[in-house]
């Protein structure tokens, strides 16, 4: 009879490559020598492999896998295998990739071959089978009972790839409380969101730990999805008996920050006969409101309150032995401004609701929840590239927290590497929260207003109070103005939080309701490209620039050119050459195609591709011959690659080309470049014939001072060459110039004596001044 028998694509080689492309590597009529793996009899069909048998699947080894089922499994188990001869294998979720990424699922493609590394051996069930691998339509009978592996698809154990410490994954002995730790959700039921940290460590969010949101227990599986990425989760308690632990989504105050005199809000969680409980706002922290201490009169009594209620504020009256004990007697809020009401907060969520509405945003972005003040909405998914400015306050009626202020970046920093490091920088306090509104989350140097102009207004304030001191203000103008002064705080604090929120996006729908108030900011967009380049969806940061260069900067050039810099910088690292290619095409038509070309240049450099840098900065050079800012980059990026050739011929070009009046300029600077990065003597060089052709310039005389200077002295050199530098000191003191310059430099040459010489030197200096006060006399 005929017999026939089938090899399965994870069978044909152990080369990826060659499984890929099988149809290409495999011929019909072609002659092949298979081994028989398995006998299925009722069908008479072998299974065959073209492997040999000394690459059999092995634990600790690598083997080629088919994908044959994607299903997310309570266990944690998502993707079933086909692997070579008569094995199985399952991933673990978190083992797909070695970044959290959002879906995990979107890079799985079902009969594609995969590189992945072989884990341990699974016991067999009963049945000799396990549940968890895909069957045909038919029980089959089979000689050779199956094999099932635990196998992973990330880098770090396919490829050996070195993983940080957040893609660590942990086990449960490495668990500690209040370890933060990353997962994804397995089931979602109404005891709780069960999170998958690694194969096997499965812990528990509790619906009471979860942010704090509305949640029906029977909806929750729609809120927070089997498949669903949780970040940043706490852990709040370890069983080691039953290999159990609690997490927490919560982020607020704890005991140990509370004190005696704090103001605090929350919610209702319980009633008893003794008082009612109250959970602090954002927090995991219960206190106790005695029945003595609900009002000041008997009719306010347990009766007034019902679970779920809002507590506007309370005062905590005692923090001992792990039991907080506050007040809500009106008698500990006299003098402090009236709380938000529930009505305008309900407004200010449905006004959220609605902006929310009018933006895409993507279904796998985990759900947001309700943060401590003026309807911000606190996140429960990946927090990335930008962190928060400032911790939002947990007191009412207390000052805004001040904003912090961005430093200087670098302009050769690549555009979403600034977003990122706007982020984390040093605070300085101010008013800009309560006078700027949105604006004040980005306070740039250069743009803060003088210290005179700020003591100024403060000496008008003070002259102010001064003039009404005469007049006693009556009791309805003390109530104005306790109501005022109320007013302005609660703005300042709603402003403080809305900046903070600007500040410290942590999914794509809050950088979509950013957008709708901050569309025309470009560090907005950025850092959106960045926060999906974080994630590594290429595809969504494509889709952000795409946006952005069409919204962004029709009025404002500056504007406009950061996000193309972005997308240009977007391309020419993740991208091909011919994507690369067509935006920075664009960005020329779009921009100042000088200051296009520039960046190009610049972003290779950044990338660390010296040879396309250089064709850029020559192409640069090419297209606009007559522009110094272009030559200067060009110098400065071949000085600091050392290629000292190609630089010293670079410069002469640059001077043909460029306008006389640009000439000193750019001469002195390759002077500076050649002391610093190249020969000091050549440096030397350069200034002196440079100073031969402009020999009364003081400006190139104090800048050939400070390279030759910075030359001779540590740490440039092991011991400080004083004699050459004060020869050097001596000839400019001896120049044919007026008065007042000629007083600069015997100050240079004073300061220099004071730091690097002794009392002789400098009494040397003097009598060399004096002598010259003494000739122009």
């Avoid at 207003?449 to 100024?456: A, L």
């Avoid at 109501?483 to 403080?496: C, D």
């Amino acid at each position: 009879p005929e017999i026939r028998g089938k090899v399965k694509l994870s069978d044909l080689s152990t080369d990826l490559a060659v499984v890929q492309n099988h149809r290409r590597h495999f011929k019909v009529g072609q002659l092949y020598k298979v081994r028989v793996v398995n006998l299925v009899k009722n069908k008479q069909m072998l299974d065959l492999t073209c492997i040999s048998p000394d690459h059999q699947v092995e634990i600790g080894s690598n083997a080629i896998g088919v994908l044959t089922k994607i299903d997310l499994s309570t266990t944690g188990i998502i993707a079933h295998f086909k692997l070579p001869g008569h094995a199985y294998g399952s991933v673990h979720v978190t083992e797909l990739a070695d970044y959290w990424v959002l879906n995990p699922r979107k890079a799985l493609q079902l009969n594609k071959a995969y590189q992945v590394a072989v884990l341990k051996e699974e016991i067999e069930k009963e049945t000799g089978k396990d549940k968890d691998r895909p069957k045909g339509k038919k029980q089959q009978q089979q000689q050779t009972p199956a094999k099932h592996y635990q196998i992973s698809l990330r880098d770090s154990k396919v490829y050996g790839r070195k993983t940080s410490q957040e893609e660590k994954r942990l086990t449960f002995d490495e668990l500690e409380v209040g370890k933060i730790v990353h997962g994804y959700i397995v089931n979602s039921t109404p005891k709780g969101v069960f999170v998958a940290i690694s194969p096997g460590v499965t812990g528990r969010l509790r619906l009471k730990e979860l942010p704090e949101i509305k949640i029906d227990p029977a909806q929750i599986s729609k809120v927070y999805p089997p498949g669903m990425l949780i970040k940043d989760a706490k852990v709040q308690e370890i069983d080691p008996t039953g290999k159990k632990f609690e997490l927490s989504l919560l982020k607020g105050v704890t005991l140990d920050q509370l004190s005696v005199g704090d103001i605090i809000s929350g919610t209702v969680t319980r009633v008893e006969r003794f008082g009612i409980f109250v959970r602090l706002k954002g927090s995991t922290v219960t206190g106790l409101v005695h029945t003595s201490e609900l009002g000041n009169t008997k009719s306010v009594t347990l009766q007034s309150f019902k679970e779920g209620d809002r507590v506007a504020r309370a005062k905590v009256i005692a923090n001992e032995k792990g039991k907080l004990s506050l007040s809500l007697k009106p008698s500990h809020f006299e003098g402090l401004p009236e709380p938000d009401s529930e009505e305008e907060e309900e407004d200010d969520e449905d006004a959220a609701a609605e902006a929310e509405a009018k933006v895409t945003v993507d279904s796998d972005v985990s759900g947001e929840d309700e943060a401590p003040k003026q309807g911000k909405k606190r996140k429960i998914s990946e927090n990335v590239v930008v962190q928060a400015v400032s911790k939002p306050s947990p007191k009412i009626g207390k000052k805004a927290a001040p904003l912090e202020e961005d430093a200087d970046l670098d302009e050769d920093v690549a555009p979403w590497e600034k977003a990122a490091a706007a982020s984390g920088l040093s605070g300085k306090k101010g008013k800009a929260s309560a006078e700027a509104g949105d604006e004040a989350a980005f306070v740039f140097a250069g743009f803060s207003k003088p210290d005179e102009e700020q003591d100024s207004e403060e000496d008008e304030d003070v002259l102010g109070d001064e003039d009404q001191e005469g007049q006693k203000p009556t009791k309805r103008q003390r109530k104005a103005q306790k109501k005022a002064e109320a007013e302005e705080a609660r703005k300042a604090e709603a402003e403080a939080a809305q900046a903070r929120l600007n500040n410290d996006p942590q999914s794509a729908s809050d950088f979509e309701r950013l957008l709708l108030t901050e569309g025309e900011s470009s560090i907005v967009w950025i850092k959106y490209m960045a926060f999906h380049l974080k994630m590594s969806d290429l595809e969504k940061a494509r889709e952000v620039a795409e946006r952005a260069v069409k919204h962004v900067g029709f009025s404002d050039a500056q504007e406009r050119f950061n996000v193309w810099v972005a997308f240009m910088n977007l391309e020419c690292t993740f991208g091909t050459e011919e994507s690369a290619a067509a935006i920075f095409g664009r960005a020329a038509a779009h921009n100042d195609p000088e200051q296009v070309h520039l960046q190009m240049a610049k972003i290779h450099e950044r990338n660390k591709k010296p040879k396309e840098a250089v064709k850029a900065f020559e192409v640069c050079c090419k297209k606009f011959p007559q522009s110094k800012q272009v030559w200067l980059s060009f110098l400065t990026f071949l000085y600091s690659q050392q290629d000292l050739e190609g630089a010293r011929k670079t410069l002469p070009k640059a001077l043909a080309s460029l306008p006389k009046a640009d000439h000193a300029m750019v001469t002195s600077k390759a002077g500076t470049m050649e002391y610093s990065m190249g020969s000091a003597e050549r440096g030397r060089s350069i200034f002196e014939g440079l100073l031969d052709s402009y020999p009364k310039r003081t400006d190139l005389w104090s800048v050939y001072l400070d390279a030759h200077i910075k030359a001779n002295t540590p740490p440039k050199v092991a011991e400080a060459n004083l004699e050459d530098i004060r020869a050097l000191m001596s000839r400019c003191c001896t120049l044919s110039l007026k008065a007042a310059k000629m007083r600069f430099f015997f100050k240079r040459w004073l300061d220099f004596e004071k730091k690097w010489g002794d009392e002789e030197t400098q009494e040397e200096v003097r009598e060399k001044a004096r002598a010259y006060v003494e000739s122009q006399a």
